[in-house]
């Protein structure tokens, strides 16, 4: 079963995940029945920021909190209440409740915004056939505004192919996504944007390799950007992703991130 938010999802974590300009370090561990996750980032000036993490199941509900760096703390707690149905409250800045239900080939998502009652949203994807998905979402402002967005989707996957579309802009825009596996080793993908006033707004090829060394990532996109990874377990569930990116303008505009993952 796939949500409406993820029906492209497949091409787009390719294309995107492990891409970095930063140089990171994360810790998982457990205390006891809590798991503990310190993410450190290092900013350009040297200075280290870390955000701490908890999490932890108690009496069958789920508790998620993180502390930001600035001192912000954000909560996140789920429960099923029944078999399908899972309810989670998000509380930081805001405070929305999410429902999420499945039921035989159809999943809806519900998210209301409890401390402004400002808004309300909610999604629904369906199974059409073997390999079909399609759905649609809409948010509804409760304060007068009536319907502020609107989207529909749809993915079709069969052996090693994967298509996606995906609307945006209350359907002013269609994005694309084509993900295909060559084969054990090989993965290609593809993203593009489409609307009536820009025929071919934006594109990005990439791939990702699993070679010896490890995996090897690389994208290009039409606006001359060009970016490369490499991710590797350097030790037993200590992984290494070392990125770089530039562009054909002008090749001395390289930065590049360094990320552990222990």
Not at 69 to 83: M, N, R, V
């Amino acid at each position: 079963m796939t949500k409406f938010a993820d029906i492209g999802k497949a091409p787009k974590d390719l294309l995107s995940d492990d891409y970095t300009t930063s140089v990171s370090l994360k810790c998982k561990k457990n205390a006891g029945p809590i798991a503990v996750t310190i993410d450190t980032d290092r900013a350009a000036s040297g200075a280290l920021t870390s955000k701490i993490g908890t999490k932890a199941t108690f009496m069958d509900v789920f508790f998620d909190v993180k502390n930001k760096p600035c001192g912000a703390q954000t909560l996140e707690s789920s429960i099923s209440p029944y078999p399908g149905c899972k309810v989670t409250f998000k509380g930081g800045k805001g405070a929305d409740l999410d429902i999420d239900y499945a039921t035989g080939k159809i999943i809806t998502n519900t998210t209301i915004d409890v401390k402004e009652m400002s808004k309300i949203s909610s999604a629904l994807s369906l199974s059409v056939a073997p390999g079909i998905v399609a759905g649609g979402s809409a948010t509804y402002g409760l304060k007068g505004k009536g319907l502020t967005s609107y989207g529909i989707a749809a993915s079709y996957s069969k052996g090693p192919l994967f298509t996606s579309v995906e609307s945006a802009g209350n359907v002013s825009s269609v994005n694309v996504g084509v993900l295909y596996k060559v084969n054990d080793t090989l993965s290609v993908a593809s993203s593009s944007s489409h609307s009536s006033a820009k025929p071919l707004d934006a594109i990005t090829v990439g791939g990702i390799y699993k070679a010896p060394v490890g995996d090897i990532k690389a994208k290009f996109g039409n606006d001359g950007s060009i970016s490369a990874c490499l991710i590797k377990e350097i030790a037993p569930k200590v992984t290494l992703t070392a990125s770089g990116t530039t562009t054909t303008s002008d090749l001395s505009n390289f930065k590049y991130g360094l990320g552990i993952v222990m």
